[in-house]
């Protein structure tokens, strides 16, 4: 059995060639992953430091080959739904239909992070009307455009209303470029008002009935949409057999993110671990094989408490991350300076909860997408970092922003200020670019200073 | 015993060497910051080391902070510049709740619990409007040098308004404004206003007093009666500002060997 251990690409190297002496078993997507920089030109890679399991391996190669899966899926004449601004409802949706497969394309934010800007994806969208005072996830309009990346969507749904600023104008120019999107509304979450009937969402929250109609309503005409492309009805069976399976990946996703936050040390990286809770999103477009991903991951996890290996010592400060980074690298930092990860909100806690399934799956469905944290107000979002800091016994808080992402200018605050208030922790706001490489010194000092702080608080 | 703090800044390299007993700095030193480190560090180490009749074994332990602490090999630990201020400041003034810091290249809200322990922080070291470098940049504009702007400030009558939150177009208004025929004093006055300005939007909107000014913008007079008046309550400044984070750290120095 080898101990934990995080390598870099060139270590993984060699660790591959052991594997497959060892008689190492992949999937078709399997292989070393080297080739992806080779093929793809994720220079980003040769950057990072990556798990040394099997099981982390087939993670980031489920990862790092979803767009040759999407093409080959095309190719065996599925229909391709691209799901945007949508975290973790619609892909619920499309999976529940044969011959649909659905993805994210708003994960084309990473590219830029992956290919270090070599794609120069950030500047053509530049070219295309959305500047740099827009998020990364404007990548994806010169990705539609030049269609190097994901094959262009059979139907392309959009969430819109009470959801990201940016992503809208982004979506609205994708459209006037010639890209027919199929917009769904999604009001800004209240609480009901005196006399309003109150329906429970995911997350202790209450909305309104009548918006949980409304966003039913929303959902029951993508529905059509979708059971059009197919050329079957998505019918009640059908859709709660569609939340029967999302809620396998959501349950595993539960019991990894116990099994790791919770031990005394980390069982595994924070990377990897990022990475598995984006499969929520979208099943990283193939939900059967998610499941087989995360079951690996979960026990790789468990085996590793079992025998008392961990990638982090027990001293490592236990932070809380609130929000993804748009430089991945900046999870690997953390650790390098004594961290470790002890709970995570990255801005889709909705896709982590659990769907009912003792509601008509739409109302189901419409109550999840309700508690989405970016369409109500910062300071639920906040109540629910407070709690999960609490329960995970976390030393400290780290909020990074991204850059140009406006959802909400003062959440961060918001954040900060709660937790600050309730629990007397010590929180940083970092700000992560793409690629953070000039402001590494400048992160790391934070950082560090955020670690030393937590870790004075133990002694008195 | 004798201990060192090595503060390696982005505009200069400070040294404390503090003995443990009485308590007391024995020496302190500066010297510009440059591109070779460690050898800068080495000379001003060496040099406060002739100057008290010490020699380096006769050092229980030296500590090095500042964004440059990690070039500095000969100090056993490195501890960021957070928690060296928030001791160094604690030790001078150990009512302190709240210090602000303002160095050449960034500058930070700190906040202390009883016993001097850091609450939290909030650091600005994006944007130059919130720190020396914005007043540098004034002065180079102004063709005088730091002494002269600092004083300058202090005959000001009507502070001009600085609207522009980024120190490049800031520049651009400053030319307006002495195009105009502002006078000097009052432009300048005005530029400290909104460096105090950004630092105040970093402190939020609480700030628990007594508030304590650090680091080398902390001697620029008129500095820290911007401060007060942009955070509404009294702000004092340490003794020796500038040394404060090499002092912290000297005396954590101190507290590890001991």
């Known amino acids: 059995m080898t101990a934990p251990r995080k390598l870099s690409l060139s270590e993984w190297d060699n660790r591959y060639a052991e594997l497959h002496r060892a008689g190492l078993r992949e999937p078709a997507y399997g292989g070393p992953l080297r080739r992806h920089v080779e093929r793809e030109q994720d220079f980003r890679l040769e950057q990072l430091q990556f798990d040394n399991s099997p099981a982390a391996l087939r993670l980031w190669n489920f990862l790092l080959t979803e767009n040759e899966r999407l093409h080959q899926a095309r190719a065996r004449g599925e229909k391709i739904v691209g799901a945007m601004k949508d975290l973790g409802t619609i892909p619920v949706m499309a999976y529940a239909l044969p011959g649909l497969r659905a993805f994210y394309p708003d994960g084309a934010w990473w590219t830029p992070c992956l290919m270090e800007g070599s794609d120069k994806l950030l500047q053509q969208a530049e070219a295309l009307g959305i500047d740099a005072s827009f998020c990364p996830v404007r990548a994806m309009l010169p990705a539609f455009q030049n269609g190097e990346h994901f094959p262009l969507p059979d139907l392309l749904l959009c969430s819109t209303g009470a959801v990201c600023d940016d992503f809208s104008a982004i979506a609205q120019r994708l459209e006037h470029l010639g890209h027919a999107i199929f917009w769904w509304e999604m009001p800004r979450r209240r609480q009901p008002a005196a006399g309003e009937t109150a329906c429970a969402l995911a997350g202790n929250l209450t909305a309104p009935k009548s918006q949980v109609d409304c966003v039913r309503a929303e959902l029951q005409r993508a529905s059509g949409a979708l059971g059009q492309l197919a050329g079957r009805e998505l019918d009640a069976a059908l859709l709660a057999d569609g939340i029967r399976a999302a809620n396998q990946v959501r349950r595993l996703l539960a019991e990894l993110r116990q099994t790791v936050y919770a031990a005394p040390a980390a069982p595994l990286p924070a990377l990897e671990l990022l990475v598995a809770e984006m499969l929520a999103l979208h099943f990283c477009s193939d939900r059967e094989e998610c499941i087989a991903v995360l079951e690996d991951l979960l026990a790789e996890a468990r085996a590793r408490r079992s025998r008392n290996q961990f990638v982090s010592g027990p001293e490592a400060v236990r932070i809380f991350w609130v929000n993804p980074v748009a430089d991945l690298r900046a999870m690997n930092l953390l650790e390098d300076l004594g961290g470790r990860i002890c709970g995570s909100d990255f801005m889709f806690t909705h896709a982590l909860d659990l769907i009912p399934e003792d509601l008509p799956p739409l109302e189901a469905l419409a109550r999840t997408a309700l508690a989405d944290p970016m369409v109500g107000p910062a300071s639920d979002r906040a109540a629910r970092i407070v709690r999960e800091c609490h329960a995970n016994g976390a030393e400290a808080v780290v909020v990074s922003r991204i850059p140009g992402a406006s959802h909400c200018a003062r959440e961060g605050e918001i954040i900060r200020g709660s937790v600050r208030q309730t629990l007397n922790l010590p929180t940083i706001e970092l700000e992560i670019p793409s690629v953070c490489d000039a402001l590494q010194p400048a992160l790391g000092s934070r950082l560090q200073a955020l670690m030393e702080t937590a870790r004075a608080r133990r002694t008195k | ?258």
Request: proline share 3%; aromatic share 4%.
């Open chain 2, 1 to 258: 015993m004798i201990c060192a703090g090595i503060d390696a800044g982005s505009r200069a390299i400070k040294a404390v060497l503090y003995d443990t007993a009485a308590a007391l700095v024995l020496t302190s030193g500066l010297a510009d910051q440059g591109v070779e480190q460690e050898r800068l560090a080495t000379e001003l180490f060496d040099k406060l080391l002739r100057e008290a009749g010490l020699n380096r074994s006769q050092i229980s332990g030296v500590i090095a902070t500042g964004y440059g602490r990690n070039a500095i090999r000969f100090a056993g630990t490195t501890i960021t510049e957070i928690t060296c201020h928030a001791r160094g400041v604690h030790h001078l003034a150990p009512d302190a709740r709240t210090i602000i810091e303002i160095g050449g290249q960034d500058s930070k809200v700190i906040a202390l619990e009883d016993g001097g322990r850091v609450r939290d922080f909030a650091m600005n070291d994006r944007c130059a409007a919130g720190t020396g470098r914005f007043l540098e940049m004034v002065a180079s504009r102004l063709e005088m040098n730091w002494e002269k702007l600092s004083g300058l400030a202090q005959q000001s009558r009507q502070p001009a308004l600085i609207s522009n939150v980024c120190a490049v177009f800031a520049e651009t208004e400053i030319i307006g404004l002495l195009a105009s025929g502002k006078p000097l004093s009052d432009v300048v006055a005005g530029v400290q206003n909104a460096v105090a300005t950004r630092v105040a939007t970093l402190a939020g909107r609480v700030v628990a007093p007594p508030v304590y000014f650090t680091g080398g913008v902390a001697l620029q007079a008129g500095m820290a009666r911007a401060l007060a008046e942009v955070l509404a309550c009294p702000v004092s400044v340490v003794p020796q500002p500038q040394f404060t984070g090499a002092l912290g750290a000297a005396v954590l120095a101190a507290e590890r060997v001991a």
